[in-house]
């Protein structure tokens, strides 16, 4: 298994190759040379195994070569052992046809947890493997920064640089990030927005000598093992309500367009997954584009869904390079007048190519509060206000066939964001008895006001430090 980059200028790698590169020298997004698919007989075959065996499986696919599938099943049964539940990811029924799959049991709560626990144990057995050392840097806009921590923290091999933007994620959000005080771990406020955050991270790694003298990975969505430890999620749900022999229909809330793009390629390999439903909330650039084709930045507005507060896209690249047949200039043409002109020219044959899978929905912060309130009335179902555009959006947009069911991605446990839940439904979440003492413990972060100057130096001084410890 090889991999490519969108804009076409970085040279192949293999998978080992792209997690550690995570953004290609490009400028471009990593995807595989050729697709795997899989027959309906190997789609049964996998039904019914644990989740960490079905991950290993499919990661298998990804990794070609380069990790044995014994190696990749020792590194996924780490990754999901300490999970609060017994099925790591699982289905809960709201109505007939909607199932809740719950991505949140994992160690900080929301999921990239599905996906950045076994990131860490990638890296670690890659870099053991090859004697290196990198230093990650990443952007949040809530939950990649705290899954990434607890996934990397005290590793001996890893030190990890975390940029959140001042003010915009919820306190529970901060904490788990600035509680972390193990010394390989340093958290940025940035004063500014998720996006100012993530252009800061793809312009450390276009810096190429502070790229190389840092020697920078990414556990953002823009490294490609992470959309692909995304994918087996929605594998595992669809097995279970009865795929391959059965369609099913996909709604995630999402900003990054990361974990929705995990289950597109999930319907790429070959899983009947009929339609994908993508949830926006005020800051509805998605929406906007599969309106319209309108995708034009906008001001980042703050509302009760913070981790979806974003009007760049990052992993719509990598689409976008698949509905122009994989033509990597015409990509690499059109992000670079995204960038330099707040508006993405998508060709109309694209747009209407994408029409055909997904689905945009967008929802107000009143909106997000009555579907908490309803799902809480109707199905006594505590939603967090991410989870609650997802079934928002899955009632505007189900398939006409009500035989088809329909997955929302659970994104977060409710207690991550108590005062949304509580003012929609008059009860406050409790965090789980692991993290009840979460406000009581002391913080450490910087502030910075986001200048590339200042943030590389920071970078630099938290790694230097370690290095001479």
Known sequence: MRYVSTRGQAPARDFEGVLLAGLAEDGGLFLPETWPLLSAAEWRALRGLPYAELSARLMTLFAGETIPLETMRQLTGRAYAGFGHAATAPLVQLDPRTFSLELFHGPTLAFKDMAMQLL???????????????????????DTGSAAIEACADRAAIDVVILHPEGRTSEVQRRQMTTVLSPNIHNIAVQGSFDDCQDLVKAMFNDAPFRQEMRLSAVNSINWARIAAQVPYYVYAALALGAPDRPVAVSVPTGNFGNVLAAWV??????????????????????????????????????????????????????????????????????????????????????????????????????????????????????????????????????????????????????????????????????????ADLYERRERYSVLSGGLEEIEAAVRAHVRRNVTA
């Open 120 to 142: 860490g144990q990638l890296f670690d057995h890659v870099l053991t493997k090859r004697g290196e050392r990198v230093t990650i840097v990443g952007a949040t806009s809530g």
């Open 266 to 435: 999930a319907r790429r390999m070959g899983l009947p997954i009929e339609r994908l439903i993508i949830g926006a909330n005020r800051n509805d650039i998605l929406a906007r584009f599969l309106a319209g084709n309108d995708m034009s930045m906008q001001k980042v507005e703050p509302s009760l869904s913070p981790s979806m507060d974003i009007q760049v896209s990052s992993n719509f690249e990598r689409l976008l390079f698949e509905l122009l047949g994989r033509d990597a200039r015409a990509t690499a043409e059109i992000m670079q007048r995204f960038r330099a002109e707040g508006r993405m020219p998508v060709p109309d044959a694209a747009w209407r190519k994408a029409t055909e899978t997904f689905h945009g929905f967008a929802l107000s912060d009143d909106g997000i509060l009555e579907e908490i309130r309803r799902l809480h009335r109707e199905s006594a179902y505590l939603a967090d206000p991410h989870t609650a555009i997802g079934t928002a959006a899955a009632r505007a947009h189900a398939p006409q066939d009500p035989g088809i069911p329909v997955i929302v991605a659970a994104t977060a446990h409710p207690a991550k964001f108590p005062d949304a839940v509580e003012q929609a439904t008059g009860f406050r979440p409790p965090l789980p008895a692991r993290l």
